[in-house]
Every structure is written in structure tokens, then in C-alpha cells.
């Protein structure tokens, strides 16, 4: 089994909605009000759920399915940014693993917005369990991918979630770091890669 094939359904079973079975037709509405979800909160970037969105009520229901289907798609990014860029920097695990959060965060800024809100004002008891779920499984996922950790250790579960979670702080530490210098320098925040970094630089 790999870390990804593991990792996304173990953390994201309470994104699941009460209705298990699902047409094609409904399965394709709800991938669209996702999207225009994920469009409306990288807008906003205000860490609010976008409840106002079309379609969002009667589609999900309540916020704790919505937060769910939101960290089910920064969970799905996350895992395979790890994995390819894993196979870019091999040598330097922890350090590929702080890029990859980095990078997922740049392309989900909105997700990550919501879920830093509702992780230090979660709405209720039943939020605030199943985010604590599911951030312990992505700093074992962290740690295991940096190689501080083994997938089969039980026991060791909670020194995992501890080393996951210093690597997300340095993760969150250089991108603040990086977007001020950025900011400080007046440049654009180039997305792309080093060419496009540079393009930018010299056209400042």
C-alpha cells in the first residue's frame, strides 16, 4: 500500500456524505459547486466557509460535510505533491516534504485559509474532533514521508504527529518568510518555476 493510497481515505472518512450512493449527475453537480467553492475562497481568503455559494445547502448540507469535501481536496493535493516532489529532491526528504506543503498551500490558498480558521475556532465539539482526526493523520503522513517515521508504527504514532508537526511550523515558518521577502522586494509572487521567477525579476 502506498503512503497516498493510505493516507487519503483514512483521513478524510468523515468528509463522506450521509447519502453513500451517488449518480453521475450529482457527482458531476457536486464537483462543480466545489470548484466555484474553492474559486469563491481563494478570492476571499478570509478563512470563512462559502456557504453563500449556489447549490452549496443543498448540496452538502451542513459546514462539517463542506470543511470535510474541502480537506479531502487539500488532503488529495498534498499527498501526491509529496510524492513528486520526492521524486525531484530524493536526497532531502524533510526538505522535499516542507516544498510540497508550501506549494499546496500556494495552489489552495483559500483551503488552507478555512481550515487554519476552523482549526482555532472550530464551530463545535464534533468539528473541532474531526479536524483534530484528521491533522494528527497529516503530520504522520508528514513525518512518515520525511522519513521520521514508519507507516506500521502504532505505538510510535504520537512522536509521528509530533515530528509532523515541526515540520509543518518550518513548512509555515519559510513561507511566510519567502512571501515577505517577496513583498519586501516588491515583486510579483511568481507561481511558476525558475524562469518564470526570474522573468519576473528582471520585469520588475
Not at 472518512?13 to 466555484?36: D, P, Q, V
Not at 479531502?72 to 501526491?80: Q, S
Not at 504514532?157 to 509555515?172: F, K, L, Q, T, V
Request: contains cysteine; hydrophobic residues 45%.
Amino acid at each position: 500500500m502506498t503512503p497516498y493510497s493510505w493516507y487519503v481515505p483514512a483521513v478524510c472518512g468523515y468528509a463522506e456524505t450521509k447519502e453513500t450512493t451517488m449518480t453521475w449527475k450529482s457527482f458531476h453537480n457536486r464537483g462543480e459547486i466545489l470548484r466555484a467553492v474553492i474559486a469563491t475562497a481563494d478570492a476571499r481568503r478570509d478563512g470563512i466557509l462559502p456557504l453563500d455559494v449556489e447549490g452549496v445547502s443543498d448540496t452538502f448540507g451542513d459546514e462539517l460535510t463542506l470543511l470535510g469535501a474541502l480537506q479531502l481536496r487539500w488532503h488529495t493535493r498534498l499527498a501526491g505533491r509529496i510524492e513528486r516532489e520526492l521524486m525531484h529532491q530524493p536526497l532531502d526528504l524533510e526538505q522535499s516534504v516542507i516544498d510540497a506543503w508550501r506549494a499546496t498551500a500556494d495552489e489552495l490558498p483559500g483551503i488552507r485559509a478555512i481550515v487554519d480558521h476552523y482549526r482555532s475556532e472550530p464551530q463545535d465539539a464534533a468539528m473541532a474532533e474531526a479536524l483534530a482526526k484528521s491533522i494528527g493523520k497529516e503530520h504522520i503522513l508528514l513525518a512518515i514521508m520525511a522519513g521520521q517515521a514508519n507507516v506500521h508504527d502504532t505505538p510510535g504514532a504520537e512522536a509521528a504527529r509530533r515530528a509532523g508537526a515541526r515540520i509543518e511550523e518550518r513548512a509555515r515558518a519559510t513561507r511566510t518568510s519567502r512571501a515577505t521577502t517577496v513583498a519586501d522586494l516588491g515583486l510579483p509572487a511568481a507561481r511558476g518555476g525558475l524562469l518564470e521567477r526570474l522573468k519576473a525579476a528582471l520585469a520588475a
